[in-house]
């Protein structure tokens, strides 16, 4: 089967200048009867985008390094892509890492690329800003996208998600957004046994890990593609794992209280929500907690327009205690265009006794429905003698659909100096509209807890509403204790919760969207079809007034799929529909955009109408390049299509894995290859082998292969030498299908025109007809430094090492540095030590048992050192060999060792 984008005569003068090309392109919610209409020709791109993301989840004293990615939307290569980072701390540490920026620097068309990020765990939240700049169309262009860092509590065992995830649009009424996943407890691996999302309307792209491991301490990047419509609405994402079980007893005792083994499984949701395809969305990045005896009482926070149109910011407005101030890239009156930031300064008051919490209000017009202000809470105190306690909601604002209502996750985290004894239950009230918000029982590991300085825990609100209304607030307040100055002093603190219902209503999903384009050559034989799926993701009946094709050729028509559509379809329910084109005869070419299109009513809204583009294509019958067969070689399953994607292992070399693509020429006249578009990855993907090369001339039936090897090992190497530059155990790696640039010397002008050959001849079940669908697993490996009996003389390090998903890898060698302040140390069997200048050296061999090993060392403290003042430790953590490539997040850990009188 083949394709073809572009066909023109050409001149002999232009044949001469052409032969040798060679083209690269890289690698509202509604009420009371209202009219609801989404449609898919919203014209609004970003060209090029960085996911919206989830809160990066920082684990007890260990550093985070998980990624995002950037999305090239557009019909062309980008090069010389700029990024530029800042965050509101005091510091420089880079946030990105540079060798995935300088991968990251071209992007080939409709591909992304991976963005590794460094997230520094300073015991605290704080924010980041990542910009890029870029040129388009002769245009300096600009993007930018905020990054949370926040601790999470650790003290229940289980796979959580680290926040919910809000996703706009960036092109094609699509957009990108990553969950973080992390697990807790001591040293233990789960079996994750799925990983789903609850409807159709999104669909996860990177880092799939059902039927994966993930093990304590490690963070793992999910990304979904959402589809937003003009109304929101939202879409859950459950993991579900159980411990799994160790085969030494040493192992068992520490992966299993008290040694006895226990069948635990776990099940956690966190929510997407698809925002509206209809105005500016503002989102403001966290603040960091400041300590005004300690630290300057100044700092600063991103608000980023995510949405699809400009924000015209009306005011900003500080409450109590709070003053904005004049600064780099100052928000102020006036418009911030789609995808642009600025930044919020702001004092707070020196006088504050012991703490305070206060907001931020940053009001805007122009905003899509439901969004008209972004409010920012404010904490700080003054001292050390205190408690000090951050709340971070999984969502802030949260929409729900009125009547169902959510759930939010609030984290709590003592940043003060104190430890808190917290002994009473969390509680709300609510401040404006009618929601209300009560603590689950389940869920809550803060009530009658003592939190000491650093330590985090977390509780569960249900947030519901019996009308529908928008930006409105609950607070949320959380009481308790602390001692000093010789007595018992109370705490409490208060969050303002801000949320939007929506009413119950039908929302249509059509998918894909676009369909891939459709072609057949005009032989009155050849026919391709599409299959559709048309989902209901909304929470109410859609009853469908018309559904079909429109502004179709007479030969394309369609018919029922697996699940016809009926006269109405049920909220979280899917049918399918069949598209044809073909056969049709034709000695000329032909083109157009056909709609698949659904108008219906239902609760809450009079006439709504959901649409999709179907390109098509008729071409004639003499020139033809199809693609024969796609062989690989080294996977370990798979056949290459969307349900099927091909496996490769980090287990196996990857210079011993590889991809074929084989190409016929099946038309009737010779062809002579002039040039070929390489779309594909080239972290991922490096031609091994290629007969298809420029000037090469295919008779009819003959035929020329491009052989692809897996290139994420030499990335890995060339990137970080000893160390290891990825970050996740699964890498979505699918090879784009290459198109050709040919000429035609058989005619009477020769021609010279572009062809896509597809995978419709040999994946015919695939969605995907223009990728082959590639995953690379890699073994995990995470590592922990923990200080043990704090501020005495028996006090112990103990360095872990846990690794994961290591089915047929080797031993793994691994090295960890560290300012040697001990005075002797226990060792597992798998490792040595030596101390060096004032270093301390330790050397493991992991060798994984059933693809996992846990190991434990622990180092006695030479208290002697400490007897006048604290000190922090630094442990630096490498990957001796980088042959078997896997995903390492937690390079570096620091740990702070109290003073031992």
């Known amino acids: 089967m083949m394709l073809i984008k572009i066909r023109k005569k050409i001149s002999l003068v232009f044949l001469v200048l052409g032969l040798s090309l060679l083209l690269n392109g890289c690698g509202q919610s509604s009420s009371g009867g209202a009219t609801n209409t989404n449609t898919s020709s919203n014209s609004f791109i970003k060209e090029l985008s960085v996911d919206n993301m989830g809160t990066i989840p920082l684990l007890g004293t260990s550093n985070t390094r998980t990624l995002t990615w950037v999305h090239n939307n557009s019909d062309v290569t980008i090069n010389n892509i700029k990024y530029d980072t800042f965050t509101n701390l005091n510091d420089n540490e880079p946030m990105l890492d540079p ?31 990542i910009k890029l700049e870029y040129e388009y169309d002769g245009k300096l262009k600009t993007n930018s996208q905020s990054i949370n860092f926040a601790p999470v509590a650790t003290q229940k065992e289980g796979v959580f998600f680290s926040s919910n995830v809000a996703v706009s649009s960036v092109a094609n009424n699509k957009g990108y957004g990553v969950f973080y996943a992390y697990a807790t407890g ?44 003009n109304s929101s609405y939202n879409i859950p994402i459950t993991v579900d794992a159980t411990l799994a079980t160790m085969q030494s007893v040493t192992k068992q005792a520490r992966l299993f209280k008290n040694g006895n083994l226990k069948s635990a499984s776990f099940l956690n949701t966190a929510y997407v929500s698809a925002l509206p395809n209809n105005g500016a969305v503002l989102i403001s990045s966290l603040p960091p907690v ?21 924000a015209n910011i009306s005011d900003i407005i500080a409450t ?131 939190l000491n300085s650093g330590a985090t825990c977390s509780f569960m609100i249900n947030v519901n509403d019996n009308v529908v209304e928008a930006e409105k607030q609950i607070n949320v307040y959380l009481q308790g204790s602390y001692f000093s100055g010789g007595t018992t002093q109370n705490y409490s603190t208060v969050m303002p919760l801000y949320y939007t219902s929506t009413s119950s209503q039908p929302i249509l999903v059509i998918t894909p969207n676009p369909v891939t384009l459709m072609s057949v050559v005009g032989n009155d034989i050849e026919s391709v079809t599409r299959n559709l799926i048309i989902s209901n993701v909304g929470t109410e009946t859609a009853f469908f007034d018309s559904i079909g094709l429109a502004d179709n050729p007479a030969f394309m028509s369609t018919s029922n799929g ?137 008779e009819p039936s003959d035929t020329c292969t491009i052989v692809y090897v897996n290139n994420l090992s030499t990335y890995n190497q060339a990137a970080f030498g000893s160390s290891s530059v990825l970050v996740t155990s699964s890498y979505t790696v699918n090879l784009p299908v290459p198109g050709f640039v040919v000429i035609d010397y058989s005619s009477i002008t020769p021609m010279q025109f572009t062809i896509q050959p597809d995978l419709s001849t040999v994946l015919p079940d695939t969605a995907s ?14 590592n922990t430094i923990t200080i043990n009996n704090q501020g005495t003389p028996g006090a112990f390090l103990t360095v872990a090492h846990t690794l994961a998903n290591a089915n047929g890898y080797p031993a793994i060698s691994l090295s960890t540095m560290m300012e040697n302040y001990f005075a002797s140390y226990s060792l597992d069997t798998q490792c040595s030590a030596n101390s060096n200048n004032g270093i301390m050296t330790e050397q493991c061999l992991l060798s994984p048992v059933n693809g996992v090993v846990s190991i434990a060392n622990t180092y006695s403290i030479n208290y002697t050192l400490f007897a006048t003042q604290s000190a922090i430790l630094n442990a630096i953590f490498t990957l001796d060999d980088l042959t078997y490539p896997l995903a390492m997040n937690t390079n570096a850990a620091q740990a702070e060792i109290s003073q031992i009188p």
């Open 186 to 229: 001591d040293n233990q691996i789960y079996n994750i046994s799925s990983l789903k999302i609850g409807n159709n309307g999104a669909v996860i792209t990177n880092g799939n890990i059902s039927n994966q491991q993930i093990q304590s301490g490690f963070v793992q990047a999910i990304e979904v593609s959402v589809y937003n419509a």
């Open 562 to 698: 697996d699940v016809p559509c009926g006269a109405s379809l049920d909220a979280s329910e899917s049918c399918s529909a069949i598209v044809k084109l073909g056969p049709v005869s034709s000695a000329t070419e032909q083109d157009g955009i056909a709609h698949y299109q659904a108008t219906y009513t239902g609760s809450n809204i009079v006439s709504a109408q959901e649409s999709n583009n179907i390109p098509w294509q008729v071409t004639p019958n003499e020139q033809s390049l199809t693609l024969t067969s796609v062989t690989a070689s080294g996977n370990s399953s798979g056949t290459g299509s969307s349900s099927d994607p091909l496996v490769f292992s980090g287990s196996i070399p990857s210079s011993n894995q590889t991809i074929s693509l084989q190409y016929t020429n099946t038309g009737t006249h010779a062809l002579t290859i002039s040039g070929f578009q390489n779309g594909n990855l080239g972290y991922a993907w490096g031609i091994s082998s290629n007969s298809c090369t420029t000037n090469t001339v295919l």
């Open 769 to 782: 007809l223009t990728e082959v669908r590639a995953e690379v697993h890699l073994a995990t490996l995470t």
């Open 99 to 129: 060798d995935s920026v300088n991968n990251c620097k071209s992007i080939k068309a409709h591909q992304s690329c991976p963005l590794t990020i460094n997230g520094i765990n300073r015991q605290k939240p704080y924010s980041g800003l």
């Open 320 to 450: 109590s205690g709070i003053t904005i101030e004049p600064g780099s890239n100052q928000c102020a009156s006036g418009p911030l265009a789609a995808g642009d930031s600025c930044s919020v300064h702001y004092s707070v008051s020196m006088s504050t006794p012991t703490s305070s919490t206060n907001t931020i209000s940053v009001n805007y017009t122009g905003g899509a429905t439901g969004y008209n202000n972004s409010n920012q809470s404010i904490y700080w105190f003054n001292g050390k003698n205190s408690a000090m306690i951050s709340m971070i909601a999984s969502a802030n604002p949260v929409t729900f659909v009125q009547s169902i209502g959510t759930n939010v996750t609030i984290t709590v985290t003592n940043v003060g100096g104190l430890p808190l004894d917290i002994t009473n239950t969390p509680s709300s009230s609510t401040y404006s509209g009618s929601g209300v918000a009560n603590v689950l029982p389940s869920g809550n590991s803060c009530t009658g807890s003592t």
């Open 290 to 310: 400041l300590n005004t005896a300690e630290e300057s009482n100044h700092s600063l926070y991103f608000v980023t327009n995510i949405g699809n149109s400009d």
